[in-house]
């Protein structure tokens, strides 16, 4: 059962001033509830073990690709470390891949979580051929888990550098631009600084952005509730719409390009990403806007050719029916039916470039698809 720390932090401010959704130290995860309202409150919900790691996955309590990878991986972490164990090595690989394959289940459309689980397990079953204790296993485990925290601030860092880079050279003749973003990738989808995010942060940090426009997202509110958080803390110029402004905004030419996270990636560039992030994708094509993609490597899923393969996750009809992002009151009739797909995909023709911490991609010219399997055996 997730349990609220013992009083909450300050406001969401933690390590080094920045924002972070995740706490942890070995042997201890808390995690900022995404689901109330920052920074009005900031709760941070203890994580004791597997179990709270998939409830807090869940019901997004965490949220986003990146942070729901390394939630879990840290939540088993924080269990293994914190509970006897009488068995064999044998048995703990057995116990260790078990909980990974339960924490999958948590979410389906972010690749990330698969991605990592699946890294993780094959460290457990290498570490498992040579340990001839438990805890030699359970420790090969833990100091991966904490490596993915650590690694994730980096490599979003590199998004950003390679993500300004990129922009700078392409809208060229523009001192600063505006730039609109979709739902939440910042430090609070992250293990810090974020991915679309990241690239505003570091246009923000050269001087070359004039604005962040960020779109509310519902249902969830990933943009009203975390973004203009973020952005506000940052004291990042920015404007917060609804998502049924992007369009209007547009044509009003208050939009140089277009920047938004990934859940998944496909081999051809087909991208899922928070449900809404296809509309604006049509409306930045119809504007002749240029629409980019952030995500880390670890948001390509080269094992599917196209989006068409991409599961995409439903969610509870609340989510609607109450304001709040199903947290408030209820706002529409009982009765009425509900369709809420937490994702959609954008087609690789509607995306002009893929950042990330290797590099950005791009399409050859004629072509209406990403070569990423070449991309990432290049920048290997
Ligand atoms: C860097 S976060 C990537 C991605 O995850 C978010 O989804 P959710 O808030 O449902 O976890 C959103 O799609 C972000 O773009």
Redesign the pocket.
């Known amino acids: 059962m997730l349990l609220e720390a013992n009083g909450s932090s300050a406001a969401g401010a933690t390590a080094g001033g920045s924002l972070q959704s995740i706490c942890y130290e070995r042997g201890s995860l808390r995690l900022l509830d995404q689901q109330r309202k920052l920074p009005l409150e900031t709760v941070y919900l203890d994580v004791k073990d597997s179990t709270d790691g998939w409830t807090a996955i869940r019901d ?1 309590v965490v ?6 990878a390394i939630a879990a991986a840290l939540s088993l972490a924080v269990e293994v470390c914190n509970h006897d164990f009488n068995g064999t090595s044998e048995d703990a690989s057995s116990l260790l891949i078990k909980k990974l394959e339960y924490l999958v289940s948590s ?1 389906p459309t ?1 690749v990330n979580l698969s991605d990592a689980v699946e890294k993780l397990r094959s460290l457990v079953l290498k570490t498992v051929e040579t340990a001839t204790e438990a805890k030699t296993v359970f420790q090969a485990y833990i100091d991966a888990a904490e490596t993915m925290l650590i690694d994730d601030v980096a490599s979003n860092k590199a998004i950003g550098f390679h993500g300004a880079k990129h922009l700078r050279s392409n809208l060229e003749g523009l001192e600063k631009i505006s730039v609109l973003t ?4 910042g430090s609070l ?2 293990a810090g600084y ?3 995010l990241g690239v505003i942060r570091a246009l923000q940090s050269e001087g070359f952005l004039e604005k962040a426009f960020c779109t509310e997202t519902r249902p ?1 509110n ?1 943009g009203s509730r975390l973004t203009a958080f973020e952005l506000v803390h940052d004291q990042i110029p920015a404007t917060l719409i609804a998502d049924s402004a992007v369009a209007a905004l547009m044509k009003a030419g208050h939009v140089n390009a277009v920047i ?4 998944r990636i496909a081999a051809n560039g087909d991208t899922a ?2 449900i809404g ?1 296809y509309n604006v994708a049509i409306a930045a094509f119809h504007h002749g806007i240029q629409f980019y993609v952030a ?1 880390p490597i670890t ?1 390509i899923d080269l094992s599917i050719s196209s989006g068409e393969q991409i599961v995409i996750e439903e969610r509870s009809a609340k989510e609607l029916l109450h304001s709040d992002g199903g947290r408030g009151k209820q706002v529409a009739a009982s009765g009425i039916s509900v369709w809420n797909p ?2 959609d995909v954008t087609p690789a023709r509607l995306i002009t470039a893929i950042i990330t911490e290797k590099g950005v991609i791009i399409k050859k010219a004629s072509d209406e698809a990403f070569d990423i399997k070449g991309f990432i055996e290049t920048a290997k």
């Open positions: 997004m949220r986003g690709a990146p942070a729901i979410r972010a979709h739902c939440n990738t989808a992250t974020g991915t679309a969830f990933q938004v996270g990934a859940d990403n928070k992030t995500a948001s937490a994702f």
